[in-house]
């Protein structure tokens, strides 16, 4: 079956413009996290989902950052007024629920200029 | 805060030895570890799970080790191949809530 989905690939936008990178986790999973991932360091945490429950938002590093579960299922991650500090690839993972493996997307390379 | 260390950045060995990497956990209690792997430029992939009620767990070449007393996970990797090179990470989690991740051991196996 499809696995995890991330869209775009690449985004190279300019300092102080918003931005939106979409996940579309694997169907029926119900748990859904964001990370960051800076060259050369460890994963990020940044948000995670779990079905209708309040989302964890303990890892936004600035109230710039926000993210969205729609239905259940695709989430958006959005930055507002990016800084140089922000690139990074973005990373998405879902699973069936808090216990079980994590499954990643491929990611989005964010750059910005 | 809770924490999941990796002590050693890099880890370079021979083909056909065993290789293995060390995950240590401070400041909380995980009810289970996973292991991944991830390449350059790609997501990780999971490769293992071990609970706290587990001493041990294998899956072909691979085997995890789950030390409640030492706060420690170990990670080997057995008959080793140039094609497990590779940045391997240690996450620890409870029943609810976050993984935490390890900043990973990045494994070099060389002919």
């Known amino acids: 079956g499809a696995g995890v989905s991330q869209s775009p690939s690449n985004k190279v936008t300019e300092k102080g413009k918003d931005v939106e990178l979409r996940c579309d986790p694997i169907s029926g999973h119900t748990a859904l996290y964001w990370y960051r991932q800076s060259l050369g360091q460890g994963l990020e945490f940044l948000i995670y989902f779990q079905g209708n429950s309040a989302p964890d938002k303990s890892g936004l590093p600035s109230d710039r950052f926000s993210a969205e579960r729609t239905g259940g299922s695709v989430s958006t991650l959005t930055i507002q007024r990016t800084q140089q500090e922000d690139s990074a690839v973005y990373l998405c993972?879902?699973?069936?629920?808090?216990?079980?493996?994590?499954?990643f997307g491929p990611g989005t390379r964010l750059t910005v200029t | 805060s809770q924490k999941i260390e990796q002590n050693s950045e890099a880890l370079n060995i021979q083909e056909g030895k065993t290789a293995t990497l060390t995950c240590n956990y401070t400041?909380?209690?995980?009810?289970?570890l996973q292991w991944y792997r991830q390449d350059p430029g790609r997501g990780p992939v999971f490769l293992l799970l071990?609970?706290?009620?587990?001493k041990e767990k294998r899956k072909e070449r691979l085997k995890v080790t789950f030390d409640t007393t030492l706060k420690q996970s170990l990670f080997h990797i057995t008959a080793s191949q140039p094609a497990d090179s590779a940045t391997y990470l240690c996450?620890?989690?409870?029943?609810?809530?976050?993984?935490?991740f390890g900043r990973g051991t990045q494994l070099t196996v060389w002919p």
């Open positions: 996450a620890g989690g409870s029943t609810l809530g976050r993984l935490y």
């Open positions: 400041n909380y209690s995980p009810a289970y």
């Open positions: 071990i609970r706290e009620n587990e």
């Open positions: 993972a879902s699973s069936w629920t808090d216990y079980y493996e994590q499954y």
